[in-house]
Nanobody
Framework: QVQLVESGGGLVRTGGSLRLSCAAS????????MGWHRQAPGKQRELVAT???????NYTDSVKGRFTISRDNAKNTVYLQMSSLKPEDTAVYYC?????????????WGQGTQVTVSS
């Protein structure tokens, strides 16, 4: 199994910044793509950003230019630097990792961390 532990959420004012971290641990051979998703109250979970093991990144349009995803492969950790935060960024943010186990690769999820942006 793979465990993903997120940290860094909290309450911030509009225009502020937060940095989320997600550390993966467990019995995996390696980690492919890692990413962040978010779910606001009453809405479906949506993709925020992803990063491959080689460092290729992808962002949803609403966060381009404001959020930066990065990873430390040696620490099996992915980060999400969020700047110029808006009230519409308020959501529970979930870390996701596609991890290689012995037989195949599987998707794993963290427990989520709350981000609240006040106006």
């Amino acid at each position: 199994q793979v465990q993903l532990v997120e940290s860094g959420g909290g309450l911030v004012r509009t225009g502020g910044s937060l940095r989320l971290s997600c550390a993966a641990s467990g019995g995996f051979i390696g980690i492919n793509t890692m990413g962040w998703h978010r779910q606001a109250p009453g809405k479906q979970r949506e993709l925020v950003a992803t990063i491959t093991s080689g460092g290729t990144t992808n962002y949803t349009d609403s966060v381009k230019g404001r959020f930066t995803i990065s990873r430390d492969n040696a620490k099996n950790t992915v980060y999400l630097q969020m700047s110029s935060l808006k009230p519409e960024d308020t959501a529970v943010y979930y870390c996701n990792a596609n991890a290689k186990l012995v037989i195949a690769s599987y998707d794993f999820w963290g427990q989520g961390t709350q981000v609240t942006v006040s106006s």
